[in-house]
């Protein structure tokens, strides 16, 4: 079974509709991120969560919010969701202690704003 | 100039062939280098952590130039199932030891 998974993994919707992805973890990892990719642009963090009561905002947090509900899950929401937000978006997690914190990704999230 | 840059590529790289890319990153006190992997529409996936001292895994070495402040990626043979893009990525702690993240660079092997 994957250690991170996302649903769902592909979503169409419409302008103005508020979206939820979900993120769920089995790695034990303290640390949660939200990354959106778009062709040519790399990976930009949206947020992330040192634990449940740590919500820390990233490069691109406009337009999104989010939510750690446990230490194994982190979701994301788009209030209001607008074409420019069509993207892949991946969720990611690591350790919280150490010195290395690579981090391990999900399947990722397919979304399209229509 | 971007904390982390790659060169986009593509490189394009005939099968059994040595193919090398570099990473370069801005902040001197970064303290943790990885290599990632990413096929087309997948999700990135570690392929090495970087040490000071160099290191291989098998058809791949990974080497750190602190004085010239980048990473670099070698792929000796390389095989058909080689062709991804390659992330590099970067932390210290004034980023909290979040990963920043090279754009990537695209490697197509050719038969």
């Known amino acids: 079974d994957a250690d991170v998974t996302q649903t769902p993994r ?7 509709k508020r979206i939820m992805l979900e993120c769920s973890q089995t790695k034990g990892h303290d640390r949660m991120y939200w990354y959106r990719q778009d062709p040519g642009l790399g ?7 040192f634990d449940v009561k740590d919500i820390n905002k990233g490069e691109i947090s406009d337009g999104y919010s989010v939510s750690r509900q446990a230490q194994a899950k982190f979701s994301l929401s788009l ?3 607008i074409p420019n ?8 997690t690591s350790v919280g202690t ?3 914190y690579e981090q391990y990704f999900g399947p990722g999230t397919r979304l399209t704003v229509t | 100039r971007k904390e982390v840059e790659q060169d986009p590529g593509p490189f394009n790289v005939p099968e059994g062939a040595t193919v090398a890319f570099n990473c370069t990153y801005s902040n001197s006190a970064s303290q943790s280098f990885f290599w990632y992997r990413q096929d087309c529409r997948k999700e990135p996936k570690l392929l090495m952590s970087v040490y000071s001292s160099g290191n291989e895994d098998g058809r791949f070495t990974a080497q750190l130039n602190r004085a010239s402040q980048y990473i670099s990626l070698l792929i000796r043979d390389s095989k058909l199932s080689d062709s991804a893009t390659y992330l590099c990525a970067v932390n210290w702690k004034g980023s909290n ?6 754009a990537g660079t695209k490697l197509i092997i050719k038969p």
Do not use: M, V
């Open chain 1, 43 to 49: 990976l930009r963090l949206i947020y992330y969560s």
């Open chain 1, 10 to 16: 592909n979503r169409i919707t419409k302008t103005g």
């Open chain 2, 97 to 102: 030891y979040q990963l920043i993240w090279g």
């Open chain 1, 79 to 81: 209030e209001s969701a």
């Open chain 1, 85 to 92: 937000q069509t993207a892949l978006y991946f969720c990611a």
């Open chain 1, 98 to 100: 150490g010195n290395s």
